[in-house]
Structures are given as C-alpha cells and as structure tokens.
C-alpha cells in the first residue's frame, strides 16, 4: 500500500469517526496513535493500516524462504535469479533494477531509515542450520545474532568462499564436521588471529543430516 493511499485511508476513518456521515470538521479530542490501541488497552481496537500492511509484506518474505515447489516463486527465480530469491542479503535484494513495485516493498522491508546495516525483518528470521546445503557460511545468519561477514569483515573480504554454502566449506572426518576455510592470499599474524577467533567461534556449530530450515 503506497504511503499516500494509507493516509488518505486514516483520514477517511478519522473523519468519519468524529463526524459520522455528517460534513465539516470536528475537533480531535483522543490521538489517532490512542484510537487504534487494543480495547483493553484504552484504545477503540481500530488497526493500523500501515502495520497491518508491513505484516502482510513480512509474511510474503517469510514464504519466499520456506515455499518450496509453487509456481509463483519459480516466476520470481526466473525473472530477478534463482540465488536473488533465495538470499536473506538485503543488498543483494535491493540492486535488481526494472523491480515491481511489490518487489521493492518486499526488498526494503525491515530497513529504518534506508539504513543497509538495520533490518529487523532479517533478524526475526534466521536459519536453523542442518546439513549446511542452502544456508550461505558468511551471508547467512545462522550463527549468533550477526552475519559472519558483519562479525568477521576483514576475513570475509579476503575469503574466496563469500557466496558458499556451509556444506561445501569443510568436510566429514569419521563423525566429526573439519572446516575447511580458503583465503585469497596468505594472512598477516593479526589475521591469522582473527581465524583462530571464528574457529572459536564456530567450533560447537552441529552439522546434522537433516536439511536447513527457516525460523
């Protein structure tokens, strides 16, 4: 819903809660932002249009991650990219040029301020890693709170694995998980301590047998 089109509603329901179906102008004795609290909060229960219509745009991001097999989603791979849609990295959402105007509603969803390093919407939705086959090692947060490549820029500058999966970033060793983690060039000691940290940091991370999924 464009921002003008949501006002334009508020207002309708703001002159017709004052006056009724009658015309003219009535005084504002209660806050529109008090009006729309829950009844048992003191407010009339009126929803918000504008939350209500950044919900229905979350649950549209929420599918693209966890549909699988339906057509409207194989339309979207083929017109912006199978690995565009299947990502969670807002950049990489937001630089498809010739988008709809649904497509960028869904891309800046979540961005304060059209802050790139702000998005609740990636943060309330986070992989719950399996066998490692379709969640991305430095572009996916499915460790801690941050993405590895936010945690850890500077080795993810230099990685040659930034658009890897973690399957394909170490190796089964009888039942133990070996990382195996490649660098463009040879790393500098204070670098080498900063790999010694994401070991760390990843050690206890479980592979499993099971496949990826969202929470």
Known sequence: MPESVWKKIVALQRNFLRSGAREGNKIAWVKWSDVCRPKECGGLGIKNLRLVNIALLTKWRWRLHTSKDVIWKSVLMAKYGKDIVASSDLAVWRNVKFASLWWKDICRLGVLNLDPGVDWCRDIMVKKLGNGGTTKFWLHCWKGARLLSEEFPRLFSVSTQQHEVISDMGHWSSNDWIWNLNWRRNLFQ???????????????????????SWL
């Open 190 to 212: 204070w670098e080498l301590d900063l790999v010694a940290q994401l070991e760390r940091y990843i050690r206890d991370s479980p592979i499993l047998l099971v496949d990826d």
